[in-house]
């Protein structure tokens, strides 16, 4: 158990619909990270935040987007979604901004 | 920007014995951290292993260890006396150890994926 929640851990939904995918992050991490991997593919990052506000922006959508609470938790809205947004969406969090990432166990989506 | 590139899309390997998945990466940065992580088909991301690219000595973690070469730019973890659990993806990560601002992501290889033959 890595100690990064997240929800739901599947969802599927049609297309045209919006969805919010949950993170919570280790006891004590500052730093969130969302990631994107399709099918058979690798790990591609999406956004970063750290105590609340935006770091870093990866190859995210428009239609997607994303924000950090004040207690730390992340959610990462997807709307207008097509087929192709169908993946395993990782949030990960990290306490420091070097050494290792710490992964939930990932929300699968599916848009039929 | 930082690159990672693993070129074996998929290795296999007899049950109890050993096999090595190759990383090269490519940075500027002189000091950093490199990691290899497992995804078995539960789709966890697990980190096996870590490097400190200022640590000359190869880091080992019981059956598993890396050849870091910081000259090569070269990152590969060998798996002694495979077992039928080591079955999974494995994903080369790259992370600088001075980030930039916004610069702190951890960057990924495409993965390798690696069949235990019994």
């Known amino acids: 158990d890595s100690g990064v929640t997240q929800t739901p851990k599947h969802l599927i939904t049609a297309t045209g619909q919006r969805v919010t995918l949950r993170c919570s992050p280790r006891?004590?991490?500052?730093?969130v990270y969302w990631y994107q991997q399709s099918l058979d593919q690798g790990l591609q990052f999406l956004i970063h935040?750290?105590?609340?506000?935006?770091?870093a922006k990866g190859n995210i959508l428009e239609r997607f987007s994303a924000q950090q609470f004040p207690d730390l938790h992340s959610e990462l809205n997807l709307s207008s979604l097509e087929l192709g947004d169908s993946a395993l969406y990782f949030c990960?969090?990290?306490?420091?901004?070097?050494?290792?990432?710490?992964f939930g166990e990932g929300s699968r989506l599916t848009v039929l | 920007a930082q690159t990672v590139t693993q070129s074996q899309p998929e290795m296999s390997v007899q049950e109890a014995e050993t096999v090595t998945l190759s990383c090269t990466y490519d940075?500027?940065?002189?000091?950093?951290?490199l990691f290899w992580y497992k995804q078995p088909p539960s789709r966890q991301m697990i980190l096996v292993i870590r490097?400190?690219?200022?640590?000359?000595q190869n880091a080992t973690e019981n059956r598993f260890s890396v050849n870091f070469q910081k000259a090569a730019k070269s990152f590969s973890l060998k798996i002694s006396d495979s077992q039928l659990g080591d079955a999974a993806m494995y994903f080369c990560a790259y992370r600088s150890a001075e980030p930039d601002f916004g610069n702190e992501k951890l960057t990924f290889g495409t993965g390798t994926r690696l069949t235990i033959i019994p």
């Open positions: 935040y750290y105590n609340g506000e935006e770091r």
């Open positions: 006891s004590g991490d500052l730093s």
């Open positions: 490097q400190e690219a200022y640590k000359q």
């Open positions: 940075t500027s940065e002189s000091d950093y951290y």
């Open positions: 990960a969090s990290s306490v420091q901004f070097t050494g290792e990432l710490f």
